[in-house]
């Protein structure tokens, strides 16, 4: 993946001649200046993550022989879930094209909130999803299951896409997820804490998506399950997208920056608490998922 | 600058301070740079304020350093668990309706403490034990024959704080001003650029999410029986201060008869609100439409003509 795409800078920004010149600094240096004021430095360099605005939506033009169209599957969720590893293996099929210079999660969707989502944005969303002839496109944004303005664009802006979700034991999860959030803890602890617990309320974006794509379109897979047999999942998935469900992909035995142990680093109190609080919506999430093996959630098992 | 309110001074080390009252770091006595030097601090990124700040030892009570060491007592103060704790909403008029009740002589409001605490929005991960609990005991100081309280306006959006606030304080009575979400969400989404937070995803989301009402005062409503629990509506309120006030008097025990002399100062208002499309507008109408639809149900008292976005999303 080139710079630019990682960084969303928009094609062919100006930049100045400081930003050229920071941008040569070594890598890391970065990490000497305050949090605060890391994302001042990104944005004075013209970058910006897919996710904030001033990103780039304008989408990459398609190569020799590629055509465009909307997205035929998108993962939604979950963060800190297995994710980005699943999305690794569906894009090592053969049918699937990936272009490499395209971030797996492309948060096109995660700017819709406050702008309005018409036929030219459709079109723009359609942009970012080049295929050869034969293949399937799509992205894999975990966010997108928790953020709620996104479940009801999906009609308009893809609909005809497979929807994939992969969920994971909720206590296991949390401290994963908050490692991602160091900088928002230092400006709101609170809301950072929020935001991550947020996204183990898995229920509950299921049931917003199923009210808006037929369930047939979805698929729920659970972490646990994938590590245990990889192979048998994985198939499950490519038949679901329609994919020949006979290739085994060489890499990605298992997930490269997995935590384990449910609720690793909480106390007794906290795990108790975060129990009650996520237990009706993982009863919730099993009356919707009936495949759901709570076993493998070992603090939900009676709920 | 914004009203920081308690600030804790804590070194690199952990070396804590003075007590600072409200706002003093720039506008109290023991601090007071020149003019040009506050002009020159303002007119700074509000990220570099903050990274400045922090340098300095200065933290906020929502941020990741504030120490919590709570406030010494002044002569003939005791500490307990608050008598009264408002939990949301943000940009609802909280900041105006907390001074109206500081404002009551029955009431102690200490002004070098921050009305938001914000102490339980810590420990939505971390252990809540007894020391915990006396801890936050400990930042409600009150005069004889006074109650005291506060009042964050995040907690409502909290998920963990309900039941951190039935352990700690389950004798209080707990205050919310509820805003049509759709605006509450454009003045939240303005206020929380505008103090420097980075315009992302997970910012607006956060912005949507606090205004889904029902589905967090449901939390509370497991802990908490609801006649202890006064539900406000921002517009009455804005329509009606007297009457209102004087319900929420009657509500905290206190005598209904005072009237601070204004009823309208404008506290913390947003400015220029952040441009909402219209059809996007729409679609949050829409996707807020049933929890307005249950918090209806729950309070029949609050006024569903009040709220324009009940009407455009169908609620």
Redesign the interface.
Known sequence: MTAEARHGRRPGAARPVVADVLSRLPLGLHRWL????R??LRHALGRF?P????SGLIPPPPAPGETTGPPDYIGMGATSAGARWWHRLVADHPEVSNRPDLPPAR?YL?????????PDRRAQYEGWFPRRPGTIAGEWTP?YS????VA??LPRAAPHARILLIVRDPLAR??VA?VGHEE????????A???A??GGFYGAQLAQVLTHVPADRVQVLQYEQCRRDRDGHLAATYRFLGLDDGHRPERGRQPTSARTGPGAD??P??RD??V??YAADVIALAGLVPELDLSLWPAFDRA | MQKVGRMARCGARGRCGPLWRQGALWHGEAVRPPRAARAAFRSL?P??R??LL??AGYFAP????FDFTPPALGPGETAGPPDFVGIGVQKGGTSWWYELIADHPGVTARPDLHKER?YL??F??????PAQVARYHGWFPRRRGTITGEWTP?YL????VA??LARSAPDARLLVILRDPVERFRSG?TFRLSQ???????T???A??QG?YARSLRRYLRYFDPDRMLVLQYEQCSADPAGQLAGTYRFLGLDDAHRPDSLRTAVNASGTK???????GL??A??YADDMDEVFTLFPHLDRSLWPSARAGGA
């Open positions: 305050p949090l605060e004021q994302a001042d993550q996710d904030e605005d001033g948060h995660s700017h819709f909130a406050t702008r309005p989502f018409g966010t928790s953020l709620p303005w009801p664009l949390l401290p908050l928002d803890r230092v400006a709101q602890t609170g809301t804490i929020a935001d617990v947020d909480l106390d109190d906290t608490r975060l009650d609080l | 990124s990220r570099t903050t990274a922090h340098r929502w941020e990741g350093g914000h929005s810590h939505g991960t971390e252990p809540f034990g995040d959006a909290y998920p963990w039941a951190l989404l420097g937070a980075l315009a992302t995803e997970s607006v989301a956060d949507v999410r889904f952040r441009p909402l499309d219209p059809e996007a679609r949050l829409q996707l």
